[in-house]
Structure formats: C-alpha cells, structure tokens
C-alpha cells in the first residue's frame, strides 16, 4: 500500500497560521511552533501554500524566485529547520507547486520582456494582437499589452501571473531540475497549482489539452519515477470522473490524485463558468457527484477529498448552521466526507469549524475580490450586492488569522493582522476546542484515527442509499465482510426515517441515537 493511503493531509496558510515575529503575518518559525499541536490531529502530512520569494500579489502563488524562501515567511534555514521538524514528528511536507505561471517579477520574464532576442522569450507566451476574447479567472481578458515587450502576454489568472509556455523544451527542463532540488532536500509530495493548464492552447482557447498528459508523464519520468514514494495532487478546474483517471492510473505514471471542483462549485449557476453566480445546492445533486467520483474511482484512481482550503468559503458557512448547530452541522459535514474513500485534506481551522466573514469593501485583501470590487464599480453595480456575492464566496472567508485562544488577534499575533480576524475567536478558539472534549476537533482526531485503524475506510466500496432523498445523506461501505453505514440529517430540522440500527454504533454527533428520528444535522456510523 502506498504510504499516503490511510494518511489525512492538513493544510497550511503560512500567512494566517502563526506570527512569530510579531509584524502581523505568518511565518515558518510559527509553523514550527504549532507541529506538535498539528501532530496531535493525528494527520500525516503538511500542505503548506507556497512560501517562495514573491511579491506576494496572489498571496505567493506568483512566484518570482522557485529557489528562494520569501523573507516575509522566514530564510532557507528556518525551511530547512521546519522540514527537519515534520520528519522528526514522523509528518511528511507537501510542498506547493506554481509552475503554470510565474510572477511578473521573475527574473525570466523580466528578460522575456527587455529582450525579445533573449532565451526566455519563449518560456512565456506572447502575441502581436489580443489573439483571443477569452477571459482571465481574476477578471478581465487573458492577453495583456506590455510596452517592454511591445507585445501582449498571456496570462490566465491575474495580469502579475504570466503563463509559462510548455512547450519550451528549456523551459520544462528548468522547471524538473528545480522541482529535483526540493526534493532533493527531502521534500515528500507536490500539490500542483492547475497543472491541467500546462498543455495549453492558447491560440485555440484550449486551456488543458492532450500535451497535459505528455508534459505529466515527461515530469515523472524526471522527477518521480526513480524515487520512492512521492506523493502527487494535481489541482485541475478542469477534472471529471471521465478524464481523471488518465491522469491518476498507475501505469501512466503521471499523477497519484486530482482534486476536482464539482463539489465545491455546487452552488454555482451551472451555464456559467462565473464563480460568483448563484444557485442554491440541491442535495440530491450532490450526493449523486460524491456517488459518482467514488464509484468512479474506485478500483480505478483515488480520490482527494476536501471540502475546505484557502480558495473556497468555510464548509459550515455553506452547508452547515454555524449560528444553531455549530458543533452538530460541522462534525456532520466531517463525517460525510471522512468517511469515504480517498485522501481527505483538512484546511487550517476547519478542525475547530471556523467560519466566514464579513468585512467592509476596503478590508478585503485577496486580488480577485479587489478585481471584483473595481469591475462592479466601474460597472456601477451596487456595493452591497457585490459585497454580498464576497461574504458568500470571497477567498478571504478561508484566509483570516487561525483563532488560536481568547487573547488579542486570537493569539495568532500580538499586533493588527494582515487581515482581519474573525471576531467569533472569543468562542471558536484551538484552546476552548481542546478543553472541551467534545468538541469539533476531538470529532476530527478521531475521524483521522479511524482512518488508520479501518481498512474498510480505505479499502471499502461506496454505495449510495437512499438516492433521491432530499434530506439525508446515507451510505454504505464494504470491504472484506466488513460493512459501514452512514446516515446524516444534512438540514436543521428533524428527520423522520427508518434506521438501519445494526451493528455497533463508532461514531455518532448525538453520541445516543433516537429510534428512527434524526436530530438537526445529526450523523450516525454503524459498524458491522
Ligand atoms: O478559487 C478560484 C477562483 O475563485 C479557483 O478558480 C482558483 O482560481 C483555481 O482553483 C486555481 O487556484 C489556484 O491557482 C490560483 C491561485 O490564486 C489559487 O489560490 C490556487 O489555489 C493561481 O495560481
């Protein structure tokens, strides 16, 4: 078995876990700091958001030096003695890889654009006209003009992320022999930023086309094939149940998992690619994607599982009750998703149910809400409209400081923060959670737990009950005699329904079941 298989990987927002030095921002001796604490999770592996020198427009992943550690975040040193640290807690390190794209400030493009003689004028993409109408994720069209370039480049997130150009022999060379030194260094698995993009396109408006996979397979041949155990996530807007699987089988020998979208753009208008458009979930509908991907991918792929990370609103803002049923709706949404087969990721403050904000327009940092804000203003759509297209699906909501206790800024820092904290840290805190032993992060440790300690939970079949019903969310697991059932109330009301009811109860929010009733977003696990 691979080593990952019964792992749950935590995330880490270097920028929002722990100030060390006092300036308002996260860093890598705040990280070392908390080790102890993530270890005591029960995870097995550190995600941790890109920490390379950048100028910090996208939050890092603009990266404008891949060797370098930003000293925002701390110097080689305080890497290496964090990587140390992680193995010495027996945790593996997941490093991020930006590599679709770089920084405007990337010594590359800055000779691309002084030098259309130079080498790296060809690492990136560029075009005597707006080649395309396509447009860019963080707004705006995708080709931009640069006077030093006397051309547009191409760029699919903000117009400070030029795309690189894959096709560049060099320029994939240059990006294997830097991802060899990370791991060289000891790191063990890469979470790599919208690689579907790679093969691109652009010229055809083909964002992830079949060079995607020759790229892939080229990558691990020259960096993973004759290492032992490197672990892969590719993020891939573009993954479905059809297509990941050429990715993800083992003997093709390009990726060990995706994560995909479809769960977490469930709410989204479903003919639009806009992200901020609306659309109320259906439960009926999501049930039948988790069903899909499961079955999917059983026997066949693994799946990633997450509902949370820094790009997506707080799952018990979403689906849950955060006002009503704090605890009830969060360890539900938990149990759903840890329950299943995959990796499961957890993002920083998710174990304790951190929650959306609300700030004002000007306390918003992330680059596509501030794009957003000025489209709608130069548009002259109403702030409060826009403000609540923010509170329900802005970045922001998952990039507050982590709530780490009562004290000032939630003691993640002793000064303003770089964003604003959450002003619910005075009851949603790490310490109240751990001395509260039943609490939303005892729920998540044991979920983690028993990840390790059942195969079914790694190794079980998935099958979907109840299929149409519009308010639980039932499932059974097999696996070598073994059976798991699971049964949430995913709503607040009271449920009405026939329990299965054999077998030993493991996990249960309620802690004593009722004879067929299930309590607002009650969650039930049988064991048999
Ligand atoms: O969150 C999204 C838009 O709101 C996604 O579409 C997101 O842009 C997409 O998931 C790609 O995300 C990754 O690459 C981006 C970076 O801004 C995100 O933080 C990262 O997770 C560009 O590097």
């Known amino acids: 078995m691979k080593w990952w298989k019964n ?3 935590y995330q880490v927002y270097p920028l929002s876990y722990n100030d060390s030095n006092d300036d308002g921002r996260g860093d890598l001796q705040g990280i070392i700091a908390k080790i102890p604490y993530i270890k005591s999770l029960g995870v097995g592996i550190i995600w941790l958001t890109p920490i390379y020198q950048s100028p910090m427009d996208d939050n890092g992943y603009d990266i404008s030096d891949y060797y370098q550690i930003n000293p925002l975040f701390g110097t080689m040193a305080d890497f290496e003695l964090l990587l140390a640290e992680i193995h010495k807690h027996g945790l593996k390190l997941m490093m991020d890889l930006v590599v679709n794209h770089t920084s405007d400030e990337h010594a590359w493009f800055k000779e691309a654009i002084a030098n259309k003689k130079s080498k790296y004028r060809d690492y990136y993409l ?20 640069s006077t030093a370039a006397g051309q547009y480049y191409y760029h699919l997130f903000s117009k400070r992320q030029p795309d690189l150009n894959w096709d560049n022999e060099h320029l994939r060379q240059d990006v294997y ?38 790229y892939l397979q080229e990558m691990h041949q020259a960096c993973f094939a004759f290492r032992d155990a490197v672990m892969t996530v590719g993020e891939m807007t573009t993954a479905t149940i059809e297509n990941t699987p050429l990715y993800t089988k083992r003997e093709r020998k390009e990726l060990d998992m995706v994560f995909h979208f479809e769960i977490a753009s469930i709410n989204q208008d479903k003919n639009s690619d806009d992200k901020w458009s609306y659309r109320p979930f259906n439960l009926v509908e999501l049930k039948r994607c988790f ?22 609103p707080r799952v018990v803002s979403t689906f849950g009750d955060p006002v009503n049923y704090h605890y009830q709706s969060a360890t539900m949404l938990a149990g759903l998703l840890h329950g299943m087969q995959g990796t499961p990721y957890i993002y920083q403050g998710e174990e304790i149910g951190m929650t959306n904000i609300r700030l004002e327009a000007h306390e918003y940092r992330d680059v596509e809400i501030l794009n957003l804000l000025a489209e709608h203003k130069q548009k002259g759509i109403d702030l409060e409209q826009t403000l609540e297209l923010i509170y329900r699906k802005g970045r922001d909501n998952a990039r507050t400081p982590m709530q780490w206790n009562t004290d000032a800024y939630a003691g993640f820092s002793k000064v303003p923060t770089w964003l604003a904290v959450n002003p619910n840290y005075q009851e949603i805190n790490v310490a109240a959670a751990i001395a509260n032993k039943t609490s939303i992060w005892y729920w998540y440790a044991e979920l983690v737990a028993l990840r390790k300690k059942e195969p079914i939970i790694v190794e079980g079949d998935f099958q979907l009950l109840e299929a149409n019903h519009p308010q639980l969310f039932a499932y059974q697991r097999q696996y070598q005699g073994e059976t798991i059932t699971v049964y949430a109330n995913f709503l607040g009301t009271d449920l009405e329904v026939e329990l299965p009811c054999t077998g030993e109860v493991i996990m249960a929010n309620y802690r004593v079941p009722l004879d067929n009733i299930l309590r607002p977003f009650e969650f039930i696990m049988w064991k048999n």
């Open 126 to 145: 560029f075009s005597d006209e707006i080649a395309t109408a396509e447009t860019s994720f963080f707004g705006g069209g995708v080709w931009e003009y």
């Open 7 to 9: 792992q749950t990987v």
């Open 291 to 312: 069903e899909k991907w499961q079955v999917g991918l059983h026997n066949n792929g693994w799946n990633a599982l997450y509902w949370c990370n820094h790009d997506q």
């Open 177 to 214: 022999a830097m991802m060899n030194w990370w791991l060289d260094k000891g790191v063990d698995a890469f979470r790599l930023d919208v690689i579907d993009f790679i093969g691109k396109e652009p010229f055809k408006q083909i964002r992830s086309g079949e060079k995607t996979h020759t």
